[in-house]
């Protein structure tokens, strides 16, 4: 005699039953559990030692000098302006002069055309323009300017000391500092605002007033 249909569908039945493990739990997903799926390119939560790097990426890492937080670049000195002078870059917007000698003008807080960064080991950088300060000649009198940064360029190697002075580390026969230029200030337009000239000058023979600077974080 023949199983009719009711049959064979109990039996096909009974076989995936078998088949089930139900000692087995069902997959969970990390994010079922709320565990977090760590990703290696991303940075590690604070308290966290993070992914380790392989040796590529962390020679790409370093490949990156640090740099301090931005900050305006203040005569300590203000002179005959109430707000102080910085180093500038001539123009405004959309007419910053970034190839012109740079100068000092009138402090203007948050302004991108004043915002330096120093850079961890060697150099000033222009810190929105990814440019860095750079000595037109290592010599007095010289103007200072900015230039695309390039480690290699014994014209950007400037530091700002704990004395307020930036120097430069490849003048051989002098040391030599950066400085406004003697005399009254300029006017520059806008507000009363005024500016000097900016130059390279021997160290131990500029007045203090004219070569000491420290920098203002924004």
Same mark, same amino acid.
């Given at each position: 005699m023949?199983?009719?249909?009711?049959?064979?569908?109990? %039996?096909?039945?009974?076989? !995936? %039953?078998c088949a089930a493990d139900p000692s087995r739990p069902a997959?969970?997903?990390? @994010?079922?559990?709320?565990e977090r799926v760590v990703n290696p390119s991303a940075a590690p939560p604070a308290?966290?030692? &993070?992914? @380790?790097? @392989?040796?590529?990426?962390?020679a790409a890492t370093q490949s990156v000098p640090p740099v301090a937080a931005a900050g305006l670049l203040r005569l300590a000195d203000f002179l005959d302006d *109430?707000? /102080?002078?910085? !180093? =500038?870059? %001539? &123009?405004?917007?959309?007419? $910053?002069m970034l190839d012109a000698p740079l100068q000092a003008h009138t402090c203007k807080p948050r302004s991108d =055309? *004043?915002?330096?960064?120093?850079?961890?080991?060697? /150099? !000033?950088? $222009? =810190?929105?323009?990814?440019r860095c300060l750079m000595a037109v000649e290592v010599?007095? +009198?010289? %103007?200072?300017?900015?230039?695309?940064c390039d480690a290699a360029d014994a014209g950007q190697d400037f530091r700002l000391g704990n004395d307020g002075r930036i120097r430069i580390q490849s003048a051989e026969e002098q040391a030599l500092c950066v400085g406004v230029?003697?005399?009254? /200030?300029?006017p520059a337009g806008g507000r009363n605002h005024l500016r000097r000239d900016l130059m390279l000058y021997g160290? +131990?023979?500029? +007045?203090?007033?004219? !070569? @000491?600077w420290t920098l203002v974080e924004q």
């Amino acid at each position: 005699m023949r199983a009719g249909p009711a049959v064979a569908l109990l %039996a096909v039945a009974w076989l !995936i %039953a078998c088949a089930a493990d139900p000692s087995r739990p069902a997959e969970i997903t990390p @994010t079922e559990r709320g565990e977090r799926v760590v990703n290696p390119s991303a940075a590690p939560p604070a308290g966290s030692s &993070g992914p @380790t790097l @392989t040796p590529s990426a962390a020679a790409a890492t370093q490949s990156v000098p640090p740099v301090a937080a931005a900050g305006l670049l203040r005569l300590a000195d203000f002179l005959d302006d *109430q707000e /102080g002078y910085c !180093i =500038d870059v %001539a &123009g405004f917007g959309a007419n $910053l002069m970034l190839d012109a000698p740079l100068q000092a003008h009138t402090c203007k807080p948050r302004s991108d =055309d *004043q915002l330096f960064s120093l850079v961890d080991g060697k /150099g !000033i950088r $222009l =810190d929105r323009h990814g440019r860095c300060l750079m000595a037109v000649e290592v010599a007095p +009198d010289a %103007a200072v300017g900015v230039s695309p940064c390039d480690a290699a360029d014994a014209g950007q190697d400037f530091r700002l000391g704990n004395d307020g002075r930036i120097r430069i580390q490849s003048a051989e026969e002098q040391a030599l500092c950066v400085g406004v230029a003697e005399g009254a /200030g300029e006017p520059a337009g806008g507000r009363n605002h005024l500016r000097r000239d900016l130059m390279l000058y021997g160290c +131990d023979e500029a +007045d203090r007033s004219l !070569i @000491t600077w420290t920098l203002v974080e924004q």
